[in-house]
C-alpha cells in the first residue's frame, strides 16, 4: 500500500511540471543591476546598512519573479580592492525558491565574517563577501529545454587580472548562434559549451581582453609599472569598444548585461527593441531592470523619473561611477515585442494596465454579435489573473455600450417617462462573476492517460450558481489562447459544468501563427491549436498539396542568403479566413461528449496595434519577423515539422535544428 502512495505521489509531481509546461508560455527572462555611486558608509549612515545595494537587487528581482521561475543567480564586484582580496562574487541556484535560496547564502556567507549586531567598521568591509558597489542579478526561464546549473546566468569568465574578469547576463535568445560559432572556431577558439549564452561570453570576453591590451600599450607608453599600469587599465577601459566589436555578430532579440572586474557596468539593448530594459539614476545609484514599475515601486520613484533604454543603445557606468548612454549598434525598424505587453510584463505599469484594458474593450463588437446582442442573459468573466486587466477594458465596452441603448431607448419614448419605464430601462446592466478558480494544488501532470486526463480536468474550479443554467451565455476572457490543450482538457470542461447557454472564449491576442525566436518558448509550428486547425482544414478540403508546395518553398528559401529569406510559412493560412479557422479549433478542442455551443472570439491585428501602437513587434500573429534569423528559423521550422509527419525516414539523416 505504501509503495503503492508513493508511485502515486511521484506521478502528482509530473503532472504539476508538464501541465506548466503544456499552459504556460516561458520567456527568458528578467535582469537587475545596481550601481553604488557612493562609499558603502554613506549607505550605513543614511538608510542604516551597508547592504542597501544588496537589499534592492533582491527587491527588484523579487518584483520580476514573474520572468523567471526555473532559476535565478547574483553577482557584485568590490571597486579597489587590495591585491590578494578577492573582489567579485557570484551565487546561482536551480528552481522557483532559487532567489531565497540565493540571497540566504550570500547572507550566511556574510554573517560568518560579521556579526550580527557588531558595530560597523568599514575597514573590514574589503574582507566581506557581497560588500561591493556593483550588484547583477538575473532570473530564467529556459526557453531551449537545457537544465543545470551550468545554463543559469551569471556566467563569469575569470582572470588574474582584474580588468579582464567578465561577468554576463541577459534576457535574450540569438538566432545564429552557429555563424557565431564558426566565427570563433576560425579564430581557433574552442568554446567549452554550444549555447549562445557561452559564446557570447567567449567572444565579448575575448574583445575585454583586446580592449585590455590595447590599455596596457599605452601605459607602457607612459612610461607606467606595476599596480599603476593596472590602475591605469581599470580606469580606461571603455566598454563601448568591447560592445560594438562583439554584438555586431548577434542576430536575436536581446538586453544583454555585465559586469568586469575593474568595476565597469553595462546593459545593451537589441537594435530592433525586441526585448525591454530601463533605467533610473540619481546621486546615490544607477539602476536597470526588465520592466518600469519593478524601478518605480523599488525606489518609490515616478513614472518620469524612469528611462527607456532605446534599441541599438548601451547604459554604461565606468568604473569612476561615470555614467553614459552610447549607440553600440544603429537602430533598426521598432520591433518591440507586443507579446510583452499582452502577457508576460506586469500588469501594474500604466500603459501596459491602459493597452491591456484597450485589447479588452476592442472585443466588445465581435463578443456582442457572438452572443446575438443578448447583454442581458450574459455573465462576463476572465481566466487566468495575467486577462483580468483585458477583462475590465471588456466591461467598460459593454458599459459604454449598454448606456447608450438606455440613452436611446429614453429618447425613442417620445414623452416624459414613467418610474416604472425608466426603471425597466436603467435596470439593464453588464453582470460580471467570478467564475473560475485556479486550484494552485492540481497545477500538475501525470503522464499516464486516463489518470493524467482525470486530474487535469480539475485543475480549475467554478463558482456553482454563478449563472442560469441553459439561459444564460458565458464570456471568458483570455489573454492569449495558444496551444489549446488546458482549454480542452481542464477549462472547457470545467465550464460546461455551469450548463450555461453558450460558451464564448475570448483572447485578447489575435491568434497565434507562428513560432518565436527571440527569447519566449514557442519553438514549433505544432503545438499551435491555429496551426494545427489549419493543416486540418487544408486536409478536410482536399489541398494537402499547399503542405507539401510549402515545404518545398521552405527549402527554397533556406537555399538563400539569410537576408534574402521570406517566409514561406505563411501560404499555409492563405486559404482560409479567420472564421473559417476558428470554427475548425472549436471543433478541435470540443471535449467528448459536449454539446453545449462553444465560440471563439480572437484579437484582430488591426485591434493589436490599434491598442499597443508602440510595440509594433506582431511576428506571432503575423509571421513578419524583425531579423533575418527568426524567418530562416521559422522556414526551418515547418521544415522539421513536414519530414516529421510525411518523411520521417529522411528526417532522421538531417538535424535540421542546426542547419547553416
Not at 546621486?283 to 533604454?309: C, G
Request: a negative charge.
Amino acid at each position: 500500500m505504501i509503495s503503492i502512495f508513493f508511485v502515486y505521489a511521484y506521478l502528482l509531481i509530473q503532472y504539476k511540471v508538464l501541465l506548466l509546461m503544456e499552459y504556460s508560455i516561458h520567456e527568458d527572462c528578467g535582469v537587475a543591476l545596481v550601481r553604488l555611486l557612493k562609499p558603502l558608509s554613506y549607505y550605513q549612515k543614511k538608510y542604516g546598512t551597508w547592504r542597501y545595494g544588496l537589499g534592492k537587487l533582491y527587491l527588484m528581482m523579487e518584483k520580476q519573479h514573474n520572468r523567471g521561475q526555473e532559476g535565478a543567480g547574483i553577482a557584485s564586484v568590490k571597486l579597489n580592492p587590495q591585491p590578494g582580496n578577492e573582489y567579485m562574487f557570484r551565487e546561482r541556484a536551480e528552481g522557483p525558491n532559487a532567489i531565497t535560496e540565493i540571497f540566504g547564502t550570500a547572507n550566511c556567507q556574510i554573517n560568518q565574517v560579521v556579526k550580527e549586531n557588531s558595530v560597523f567598521d568599514e575597514s573590514c568591509l574589503q574582507e566581506i563577501p557581497f560588500a561591493g558597489e556593483l550588484y547583477m542579478g538575473h532570473l530564467r526561464y529556459s526557453t531551449t529545454g537545457k537544465s543545470g546549473l551550468k545554463y543559469v546566468h551569471p556566467f563569469l569568465r575569470r582572470n588574474n587580472w582584474r580588468a579582464k574578469n567578465l561577468c554576463l547576463c541577459g534576457n535574450y535568445n540569438m538566432t545564429n548562434v552557429e555563424e557565431v560559432f564558426e566565427e570563433l572556431t576560425r579564430q581557433g577558439q574552442c568554446p567549452r559549451i554550444y549555447s549562445d549564452s557561452y559564446i557570447m561570453l567567449e567572444l565579448m570576453g575575448h574583445r575585454l581582453d583586446r580592449e585590455v591590451e590595447r590599455n596596457f600599450r599605452e601605459a607602457k607608453k607612459l612610461g607606467l609599472v606595476d599596480q599603476d599600469i593596472t590602475h591605469y587599465i581599470d580606469g580606461h577601459v571603455k566598454m563601448e569598444n568591447v560592445l560594438k566589436t562583439t554584438m555586431k555578430h548577434f542576430d536575436g532579440g536581446y538586453v544583454v548585461t555585465g559586469l568586469t572586474g575593474s568595476g565597469e557596468m553595462f546593459a545593451m539593448r537589441d537594435p530592433h527593441g525586441i526585448r525591454p530594459a530601463f533605467y533610473y539614476k540619481n546621486d546615490e545609484v544607477v539602476v536597470l531592470a526588465s520592466e518600469r514599475p519593478v524601478l518605480q515601486t523599488t525606489f518609490d520613484i515616478e513614472y518620469d523619473d524612469v528611462q527607456e533604454l532605446k534599441p541599438g543603445m548601451a547604459l554604461i557606468v565606468r568604473s569612476s561611477g561615470e555614467t553614459v548612454v552610447e549607440k553600440i549598434l544603429a537602430p533598426l525598424n521598432n520591433a518591440a515585442c507586443s507579446f510583452e505587453r499582452i502577457y508576460f510584463s506586469r500588469g501594474s505599469d500604466q500603459d501596459i494596465y491602459r493597452e491591456r484594458k484597450k485589447l479588452g474593450e476592442q472585443l466588445m463588437p465581435a463578443i456582442l454579435k457572438s452572443i446575438n446582442g443578448d447583454i442581458r442573459h450574459s455573465v462576463f468573466s476572465f481566466i487566468p489573473n495575467t486577462a483580468e486587466a483585458a477583462f475590465y477594458g471588456l466591461i467598460d465596452g459593454f458599459k459604454k455600450y449598454v448606456i447608450n441603448q438606455k440613452i436611446e431607448r429614453i429618447e425613442q419614448l417620445g414623452h416624459t417617462p414613467t418610474h416604472d419605464e425608466l426603471l425597466q430601462i436603467l435596470n439593464e446592466y453588464v453582470r460580471c462573476e467570478k467564475v473560475a478558480w485556479k486550484d494552485i494544488k492540481l497545477r500538475t501532470f501525470i503522464t499516464e492517460g486516463n489518470a493524467r486526463n482525470a486530474l487535469a480536468a480539475h485543475v480549475y474550479d467554478i463558482t456553482y450558481g454563478s449563472l442560469v443554467p441553459n439561459i444564460d451565455n458565458l464570456v471568458i476572457i483570455d489573454d492569449s489562447i495558444v496551444r489549446g490543450t488546458t482549454l480542452k482538457e481542464s477549462i472547457l470542461h470545467i465550464l460546461d459544468r455551469l450548463h450555461p447557454n453558450k460558451i464564448v472564449m475570448v483572447s485578447s491576442a489575435p491568434q497565434i501563427r507562428y513560432p518565436d525566436y527571440y527569447g519566449i518558448d514557442m519553438p514549433r509550428l505544432e503545438e499551435f491549436c491555429v496551426f494545427r486547425a489549419t493543416v486540418a482544414l487544408l486536409k478536410e478540403c482536399g489541398m494537402e498539396n499547399v503542405l507539401e508546395k510549402v515545404y518545398n518553398e521552405c527549402l527554397a528559401e533556406l537555399a538563400k542568403p539569410r537576408e534574402e529569406m521570406q517566409n514561406a510559412v505563411r501560404d499555409i493560412y492563405a486559404p482560409f479566413t479567420v472564421d473559417e479557422i476558428n470554427h475548425k479549433i472549436v471543433e478541435m478542442l470540443r471535449p467528448e461528449g459536449m454539446t453545449t455551443p462553444i465560440d471563439i472570439v480572437y484579437q484582430s491585428l488591426d485591434g493589436l496595434h490599434q491598442a499597443i501602437p508602440n510595440h509594433p513587434g506582431d511576428w506571432y500573429f503575423s509571421g513578419h519577423y524583425p531579423t533575418p534569423g527568426g524567418t530562416r528559423l521559422c522556414n526551418q521550422a515547418y521544415v522539421n515539422y513536414y519530414e516529421k509527419v510525411y518523411k520521417p525516414f529522411a528526417s532522421q539523416s538531417i538535424d535540421h535544428n542546426n542547419a547553416k
